[in-house]
């Protein structure tokens, strides 16, 4: 494994483990279920022999560990358990070492006969999931093989390495959109409750060779402190490991911070669990790389120099670097860290049963004691997705048999309490609140500079989905039941012979009209509020009249998505306009894929959007009279046009990154000829939506006159790192309907926008707004005053059509609830 140009494919992979399962009684292998597109997702368990006779007993020691209400319980579990490990390989596709490596790990340990591998084997069960994106391997590999001993061996696939997501697989757990997620997070909450989670990585060429735990500040006060000692066992024992074999270039507490991310080691680690990852020095794939020692660069965070340090004890010299050194790296770390699983075995149970002991009492001593969801929500199935989503995630959620107050709020039966009384206190703490970034030197560079974090500084699932979280902070008593899953409604459907109504604040209720239209049934949009039998639903309402095939369609819908059809109970009256699907585009370029684009597509798909994915030539071609509208994912300018693409690069990375060769067919852009067709599309009637950056795609190549207020400021003058911010919605503008006023978005790489003192100001509608001041909701931000009434979304004219300048993430990894209706409100019209 790891031998020079050679790639291992993930269906040879597969092939193997099953020839281990009937060799070996050392080894079970499941199939979790299937991948994206369709491939085997496997776990292998990997034991002795008589501890695959007491698996089931083993299997039960981490969730009862873990979730046990009972105080006294456990102690039983932390003499006789055996300690459950997590290892997951490769889920960043082109971090190719881990798949590569788990073969070998697998065979070393069935076949091992030394006392050492049989200690690991007796003591520990270890869970290996040999490749956490199957589809992705597959694609990386045949890219890999296609170009073997031309001038593009090695380099980067043009396209996105999963169906949807990309690198952003790393990103779904909170919300556990994707397939593979599903079954990674039912092994871990669900089934299993390891003690530890590691996965294996690569990161740059030109640092250290192996980054291994733990993490580098800053971290997360919510976290349970033993996690973090954990994390010194487990990398202090790899650290050991890696140097007595030779493997120089071994850092921790570098790079790769412990703070919150949607990332798998974060939330196990919010969870109790010890997360961790490792990080390999990348070659190209499986082609060696030659490093220069001049080249070699300190790390981000951790290691100012490339020198010895004590979390850098043995610098590597440079030289040649293999996907050998990488697959032996790894299987060294991977093997300690079983070692310390086996020898810490009682200490480790204990500590996981103490992790749970402390987060309920913290939960019965310390405020916040409870997170209650009301039923009243602005988009109650949102919530209600929230909640569901905790539940798979592991967190005990009741549901109030009756009424109870608690800090001067009556809270009514049925609100659901999220008790901060279990071992998941620290994911709650730190997803649901308000949470205001710590600045600190830690955040900073010793010049003052604040350092880009790995994921958004704001991680607040509630803002994010628009879900109401009241926070008690007394101790109190409420008649309440622990639900293993969320009800959610049942639909119906209530008619009049003067039609129906569908509360236009419902995200579902997109994919119902979607649906509707496609079946031909005419429906309608209320442009003011709609009142009916005593109940009022504000602007934006949906409206289906009454006709044939309406109450039968409508019926199919409200089972499927839990919606519920109003009576309208007089003759409408109100403001109505007929609405119809737009023929959409989706822009998608090379260069690596577009990941923002992938989530758009799934989110489409989620939502009954049928959509064209465009390229290049069809831009050039010309989109008029085929499509209505064209949505440019969020993307700089030149990942657009194809023009400027290295000195794009050399301005953002700072010549640490150059833009890597791609074979003539798989460079993309539009060029001139392709924005000119774009402008006469719009011209023509046609609706652009410009996503996050692509909003500049307006100010560059459209030259709307509109300027980006926070362009090019270096990061002490403007710094907003994934934050939510507070603004002003106009919820008078179609583009806004049924979205909460209150809504904050979510800011991240993004324009603000200013308008050029122009004659026909009327042209561009500005729909979002930030405030005078006090902007900052959750996260992090410098340079406040500098969107102080700026806007943040635009509605513009241009010809006859218009142009959509979001200067957020409005649809951000489809976790952003709150905000799609801005982004289905201008495809539905
Ligand atoms: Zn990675």
């Known amino acids: 494994m790891g031998a020079d140009r050679k790639l291992a494919r993930w269906d040879k992979i597969v092939e193997y483990f099953r020839l281990l399962d009937d060799a070996s009684d050392r080894i079970e292998v499941v199939e979790l279920g299937k991948s994206t597109e369709g491939n085997p997702f496997l776990l292998a368990i990997i034991t002795s022999p008589e501890n695959f006779r ?75 999931i040999p490749c956490a994106n199957p589809d992705g391997n597959m694609m990386v590999v045949d890219w890999y093989n296609r170009w073997l001993g031309t001038e593009y061996e090695g380099g980067p696939m043009p396209w996105l ?21 599903k079954m990674l997070a039912k092994l871990l909450f669900e089934d299993w409750f390891p003690l530890a989670y590691i996965d ?63 990332a798998y080691t974060r ?11 490792t990080e390999s020095a990348s070659a190209k794939l499986a082609s060696p790389m030659y490093v220069h020692y001049h080249q070699l660069q300190p790390a981000r965070r951790g290691r100012p120099e490339y020198r010895a340090h004590v979390n850098f004890p043995h610098p590597w010299p440079g030289g040649w670097w293999r996907l050998r050194d990488i697959v032996e790296q790894q299987k060294v770390s991977a093997l300690a860290a079983l070692e310390v699983a086996a020898n810490y075995r009682e200490t480790l149970l204990r500590n996981l049963r103490l992790k749970a002991k402390r987060g309920m009492e913290k939960g019965e001593s310390e405020s916040p004691y409870a997170l209650v969801f009301p039923p009243s929500q602005h988009d109650p199935l949102t919530a209600l997705k929230l909640l569901d989503a905790l539940r798979k995630l592991g967190v005990k959620v009741h549901r109030a048999d009756e009424e109870f107050a608690v800090d001067g709020i009556i809270h009514p039966e049925g609100s659901y309490i999220v008790f901060l009384s279990q071992i998941t206190r620290p994911y709650l703490l730190s997803t649901l609140r308000r949470r205001i970034y710590h600045d600190s030197p830690w955040a900073r560079s010793p010049e003052g500079t604040p350092i880009s974090l790995q994921d958004i500084a704001g991680y607040n699932l509630a803002e994010l989905m628009g879900a109401k979280v009241v926070e008690v902070g007394k ?62 639903y504000p602007r934006g309402a949906f409206y289906v009249p009454e006709q044939e095939g309406a ?83 969020s993307d700089p300018v ?43 599309f719009v011209e023509a009637g046609g609706t652009l939506l410009l996503l996050n950056e692509a909003s500049e795609f307006a100010i560059d190549e459209l030259k709307l006159p509109i300027i980006n207020v926070v362009k090019d400021l270096k990061p002490t003058e403007f710094f907003c790192p994934g934050s939510t ?83 957020f993430r409005t649809q951000f990894r489809a976790q952003t609830h709150a905000t799609f209706k801005f982004l289905f409100n201008a495809l539905i019209t």
């Open 725 to 807: 911010l507070k603004v002003e919605i106009d919820t008078s503008s179609p583009l806004a309907y049924g979205v909460a006023g209150d809504t904050p978005i979510l800011f991240w790489d993004g324009p603000a926008f200013s308008i050029k003192l122009v004659d026909n100001n009327e042209d561009f509608r500005v729909v979002a707004r930030y405030p005078d001041e006090r902007i900052l909701q959750s996260g992090w931000l410098i340079g406040e005053k500098l969107l102080s009434r700026k806007a943040a979304l635009i509605d513009a004219k241009l010809g006859e059509g218009r142009v959509i300048l979001y200067g």
């Open 54 to 128: 007491n698996l089931e007993e083993i299997r039960r020691t981490g969730p009862t560990l873990a979730y046990s209400d009972d105080l006294t319980a456990g102690e039983a579990l932390v003499k006789t358990g055996k300690a459950v490990i997590a290892m997951a390989m490769s889920i960043h596709a082109s971090e190719v070492g881990g798949t590569q490596m788990a073969p070998e790990l697998a065979y070393d340990l069935i076949t091992g006969d030394s006392p050492y591998i049989k200690r690991i084997l007796d003591e520990v069960v270890l869970l290996l």
């Open 267 to 277: 939330v196990c680690s919010w969870h109790g669990i010890c997360g961790m990852l």
């Open 161 to 181: 390495y999963h169906k949807y997501v990309g690198h952003d697989n790393n990103r779904d757990l909170v919300l556990m959109n994707m397939s593979e997620t």
């Open 200 to 262: 294996f990585h690569h990161y740059g060429s030109f640092g250290g060779r192996y980054y291994i735990p733990p993490f580098v500040n800053p971290t997360d006060p919510n976290v349970d402190p033993l996690v973090w000692t954990e994390q010194q066992l487990y990398g202090g024992a790899m650290m050991l490991k890696l140097e007595q074999a030779g493997k120089t270039g071994v850092e921790n507490y570098a790079g790769f911070t412990a703070e919150f991310n949607a």
């Open 551 to 633: 109450a039968e369609a409508l019926g199919k819908e409200a089972g499927a998505l839990h919606l519920t059809l109003h009576p309208l109970e007089e003759a409408p009256e109100f403001e109505r306009h007929e609405v119809r699907s737009l023929r959409i585009a989706m822009y998608q370029r090379y260069y690596g894929g577009n990941t923002d684009e992938g989530w758009t597509r799934w989110l489409m798909e989620q939502y009954g959007f049928d959509y064209a994915t465009v390229r290049d030539k069809e831009i050039k071609e010309g989109l008029k009279g085929k499509y209505d509208a064209l949505i440019f994912p």
């Open 638 to 680: 030149p990942m657009i046009t194809g023009e400027k693409l290295e000195e794009y690069f050399e301005k953002r990375f700072k010549g640490m990154r150059v833009f890597p060769k791609f074979p003539p067919e798989y460079r993309s852009g539009i060029g001139k000829e392709g924005v000119e067709k774009v402008k006469e």
């Open 475 to 536: 101790p109190f008593e409420a008649s309440a039941t622990q639900v293993e899953e969320i009800p959610l409604p049942e639909g119906s459907v209530m008619g009049s012979e003067h039609g129906y109504v569908l509360d236009g604040r419902l995200n579902d209720g997109f994919k119902a009209v979607n649906d509707l239209l496609k079946e031909g049934i005419k429906v309608c949009r209320a442009d003011e509020e709609v009142r009916s039998g005593g109940a009022a």
